[in-house]
């Protein structure tokens, strides 16, 4: 069978990336929240919970990611926390084809706000239990940096196109702007909606 073994190993083995990008933390997060990879060029297609559909599915804590590669390998992955508050999903490997040679891995990919430059410092874990060799562990250090390169590339894709929008059609796709109330200024009952510091 592919499905991984749910024995009692302890979890011993931890690898952990980081990185810094340069994009808005809620950009970061939109394409890191559904936990579809869809920013990694190996990935062929996710399925949502079994089924091609996000609806109901997307980021329910216990839905599973049923993740197909270019090689034709698989893996299902199953989302054990998400925090919007936090900025941090976390997913456990439940099945592989082909099969893996460790019983267990538990990933963590988690989002800071850097406020000088409006950037993000993204952490990006893996818990291998204690029968994981060095082999996965250098395999999995170096598939999160280029993870993090593929990252940077689609999100500069993706804000590249926004800006040729905003360009040719500046009032169907308006410039952001910046709310100039100041707090001094705030009526009784109004909302300061501008994100605070994370």
């Known amino acids: 069978s592919n499905t991984i073994p749910r024995r009692y190993v302890n979890m011993s083995l931890h690898v952990e990336e980081s990185a810094v990008i340069m994009g808005t933390i809620d950009s970061v997060w939109e394409l890191i929240r559904p936990l579809d ?3 990694l060029p190996n990935v062929e297609k996710v399925d949502f919970s079994g089924t091609s559909d996000k609806k109901g599915a997307d980021n329910v804590v216990g839905g599973l990611r049923i993740v197909q590669y270019k090689d034709k390998s698989k893996q299902t992955y199953k989302v054990l926390e998400l925090s919007d508050i936090h900025r941090t999903i976390t997913y456990d490997l439940i099945e592989s084809s082909p099969s893996v040679s460790f019983s ?8 800071k706000k850097i406020s000088e430059s409006n950037s993000t410092f993204i952490s990006w874990t893996t818990d291998f239990s204690n029968d994981a060799g060095q082999a996965e562990v250098q395999d999995s250090k170096f598939k999160k940096l280029e993870a993090f390169k593929s990252l940077r590339s689609f999100l500069s894709s993706i804000q590249k196109v926004r800006f040729i929008r905003q360009l040719s059609e500046p009032t169907r796709y308006p410039t952001p702007s910046t709310d100039k109330k100041s707090s001094s200024t705030m009526e009784e009952g109004d909302i300061d909606s501008r994100p605070s510091l994370d």
């Open 37 to 39: 990879f869809k920013f």
């Open 104 to 111: 267990s891995a538990v990933y963590t990919i988690s989002l």
